[in-house]
């Protein structure tokens, strides 16, 4: 619990590599995780050489973190392991369609976060890269994804050179709905916002952007309608690519 | 390493409750587990109450674990409480479209993970219900669940009856790949999937089944294409009614 308890984003990397046994041991507690009908929807990209990460850097928005980071782990809902193994034993596979592709994805984000607590339990930092769906079209082409795999996030990994704050959350009260989904009246929003909206540092972040309330940082700078909508629009077609979605 | 190491699925729960202190605090750690952009994607339903489980248990198709165990933990991708932040703080949200979707949806897996791991660091048994995006439909209407949310995956939680063996997984090189994905040549599938396939259970399961092949059972049984076609297109008619797509 401590240690789930202690997690932070790490951003900035000591120059010491991350060795292949220990790479291999938490990808292997990774597999460990429940998957769908024991079937391991899901395959791990790892991304050490210079050549490759410069390649992935822009995909990720040249985020420093993705730049710096001596491992890139890019993890893929992958239907086509199980689908050859399908063909080449008399069976017809029949996951060329989204609810295959939403299973996999599962799959995959379980094995991450899994790897990602096995990963700081040894000591490692991490940061999940959001961009990975944003850019899933190019990240394929790069990592050389074939038809039933899709790219569902990436994890930058490596030795923290600092280990920061814990950030803010809302109380836990604001997640946990009894029996049912209990709408969330204004006060109670307030109620929930108002440590986070009355951070210092978030007051700061509000200024700096030149808005009036912390929410329109993220609706109007950091995560944009127009954005959201371009951005997925660009994911349906590359589900459709992928041959995941009709 | 070792809880994740030793993590194997439970369907057979004492007769034991897992007091609300207990619940509270894994689902904590659930949300100490990284967040996209610190947004908190993601509600818990905690179903306990008898006539909320009986209401429950066909969608997940009857399955005993569904029926038996004390809670049932349903993690829903939420952007329906930080709309209503935005709303509420003269800012216009922009989330109503599938990259939102997708978003709150690895948001509330990465948490559903912690809790299991966090719930098994604590002696209790966890088994995920995959028939959540089945029925997911079903499962808004008895949940009450709102515009912009979606439940994405359910788990049974209660102190185990026995623990079973670990169950196999294929070699973890099978998962791993390179700085580029290597497709699978024939060769390789059937020395991954070999172990599998020898096993005595699962040429006990082929006989059962009256089929020729392992992944027989897979296609033409429990993952079959036409159940994966219909259930595929109900998942997008839902998402459409959630908001979440177009």
Not at 203 to 218: G, I, P, R, S, W
């Amino acid at each position: 619990m401590e240690l789930l308890n202690r997690h932070v984003t790490i951003r900035n990397f000591k120059n010491k590599p991350v060795t292949q046994h220990l790479l291999e041991s938490i990808i292997y507690s990774g597999t460990r995780a429940s998957t769908t009908g024991n079937m391991q929807l899901y395959s791990v990209i790892v991304t050490q050489d210079a050549k490759m990460k410069q390649k992935l850097a822009p995909l990720h928005f040249n985020q420093p973190v993705a730049v710096n980071a001596p491992v890139l782990l890019t993890f893929v809902a992958d239907f086509n392991r199980f689908s050859r193994w399908c063909e080449i034993s008399k069976a017809e596979p029949g996951y060329a369609n989204f609810l295959s592709f939403f299973t996999a994805a599962i799959d995959a984000l379980l094995v991450a976060q899994n790897v990602c607590v096995a990963a700081e339990n040894n000591g490692l930092g991490i940061c999940y890269l959001g961009t990975t769906t944003y850019n899933a079209k190019e990240i394929i082409d790069v990592l050389e994804l074939p038809e039933l795999t899709f790219p569902v996030t990436t994890v930058a990994l490596g030795y923290p050179e600092e280990v920061p704050e814990l950030t803010d959350r809302i109380p836990v009260r604001g997640i946990i709905h009894h029996e049912k989904y209990q709408n969330y009246t204004e006060a109670i929003i307030k109620d929930l916002y108002s440590f986070k909206e009355n951070l210092a540092a978030m007051k700061q972040f509000v200024k700096e952007n030149e808005k009036d309330t912390l929410a329109q940082v993220f609706t109007d700078v950091r995560y944009k309608k127009s954005d959201n909508e371009f951005f997925s629009e660009k994911i349906i077609q590359t589900l459709r690519e992928q041959g995941f979605l009709v």
